[in-house]
């Protein structure tokens, strides 16, 4: 049976009707706080993730189902699952990823083939699955993970640099393309925080990557701290969710300081230079 979606999210969390949401990459890192932080007020969630079985991390109250981002036989159970569960959806989180680093000389053509597949075309996969159906509501909310990466582009992360920037241009191009459906669409733009995405490095340059262990193991964020952030940029339909004032910091100097900007970018350069 369907449900009459509301045509509107409410702004303030406590005032939120009580609202189903998918989330991609949702057992661990910053997808398994998001789905304890939409339970916790009250929200239905089905959780995503590359386990067969369900994770132990998965919280109660929430429920799972496989779901591999480069898998388009995935999204469709994705689909089939929430029509014939929930009849609808208010929000799809495209949160699944994997971290990579590495220069242009040195990372190979398959690291990039792998993180375009995921962090890229993951989410398209995502909103192509799912628009249709929020179209037929003429309501729903796409949340795209994206990185502060897709904003400010350093030295040495070219690929995961181009992936997230992709994100965010996708994100803005369906806000625009979409709202007359009543949709909305977010990409989130979080600086480093405190998460196990450093356990998906692989890639060949393994001096970047032992650089971005380090930036993410030691940032003082946690991801249920981003979480908090984050469900209130979605209640306030915010395209673009900054969660930190470091990345505030660093998206308005480049848009408003742009020569401050290349002389910090040009000196993390030249620590590169001294790298093997």
Known sequence: MTRAFPTQFPRNARDTPQQHVLITGGASGLGLALAKAFVARGDRVLVGDLSESRPD?????????RLDVRSQQDWDA??????????????????????????????SISDWERVLDINLLGVVRGCQTFTPLLKEQRSGHIVNTASLAGLVHGPGMSSYNSAKAAVVALSETLGFE???????????????????????????????EATAVKLITRADMTAEEVAVTVLKGIDKHKRIILTDRL???????????RPAYNRIATKGAQRLQRKP
Request: hydrophobic content about 45%.
């Open 57 to 65: 991390s998965v919280p109660e109250g929430t429920a799972y189902l």
């Open 78 to 107: 994705a689909l089939a699952h929430v029509r014939e569960t929930w009849g609808g959806l208010d929000i799809l989180v495209n949160n699944a990823g994997v971290a990579t680093g590495g220069r242009i000389d040195v990372e």
């Open 178 to 208: 979409l709202a007359p459906w009543n949709i909305h669409v977010s990409a989130i733009c979080p600086a480093f925080f405190r998460t196990n995405l450093h356990a998906s490095l692989q890639g060949k340059d393994t001096e970047m």
């Open 247 to 257: 990345g505030r910091q660093a998206y308005w100097t480049k848009r408003l300081a």
